[in-house]
């Protein structure tokens, strides 16, 4: 198993440009997530999806979007890229039966939009 | 005030030093918690887990929880520069929704050789 697997590594934006955040899990896991990572700020949730079809919010999702039409992929968009999106973008997953706990996360994106 | 605090350190110690890592929450319907370990530039992955309180131990790894304190630890015996990292601390509810882990920032340690 790859586990959770995320493109670009890095990204470099400038103002106002898109892109997407590529995620994909070959765990069959139903549960996805995208979180941000700022220096001394842990992890805040961005999005999450219970399955495939199914999305909401999570802290801070203002400036993003995301999809799920597979259970394997979770795309995360960026419309109108701002300085305050720079940041580490990381992807996780969890199986969402029984009491399962753990996430499994992705390497991470480094995005820096200037 | 913050959900869940951590000291960001950085913490530096000697190889073979027992290491103390803390977190304190408010949130008193949290119900699991963990320690993740991130190496530097990588994704967090999980090192240790706890459902309530007590302890439980892995290897040179003890993690403890104190509900009544609202205080979690998580302890390393006999520290290798491998174990040179940052250790996140994560929280869940016990609920069916999302899931979803609250993180503290993060405590940075450095094992000197």
């Known amino acids: 198993n790859a586990g959770v697997t995320q493109t670009p590594k890095f990204r470099i934006l400038k103002i106002g440009q898109s892109m997407t955040l590529q995620c994909a899990q070959d765990m069959n896991h139903n549960y996805m997530y995208w979180y941000r990572q700022d220096p001394g700020m842990g992890l805040k949730l961005i999005y999450y999806?219970?399955?495939?079809?199914?999305?909401d919010k999570g802290e801070v999702p203002n400036g993003y979007n995301v999809s799920r039409s597979t259970t394997e992929d979770f795309p995360l968009r960026l419309e109108l890229a701002a300085p305050s999106q720079t940041s580490v973008y990381f992807c996780?997953?969890?199986?969402?039966?029984?009491?399962?706990?753990?996430?499994?996360f992705g390497p991470g994106t480094r995005l820096t939009v200037t | 005030q913050k959900e869940v605090e951590q000291d960001p350190g950085p913490l530096s110690v000697p190889e073979g030093a027992i290491v103390s890592l803390n977190c304190t929450y408010s949130?008193?319907?949290?119900?699991?918690f963990m320690w993740y370990r991130q190496y530097s530039r990588k994704g967090p992955e999980l090192l240790m887990y706890t459902y309530s309180s007590g302890n439980k131990e892995d290897g040179r790894f003890t993690a403890q929880v104190d509900k009544s304190s609202k205080y979690i630890s998580l302890f390393i015996r006999d520290s290798q520069p491998s174990d040179s990292a940052t250790y996140l601390c994560a929280m869940r509810l016990m609920d069916t929704g999302r899931r979803a882990l609250t993180f503290g920032s993060g405590t940075r340690l450095q094992v000197q050789p």
């Open positions: 949130n008193s319907a949290f119900q699991y």
């Open positions: 996780a997953s969890n199986p969402g039966t029984g009491g399962l706990y753990e996430q499994y």
């Open positions: 999806s219970v399955g495939a079809g199914i999305t």
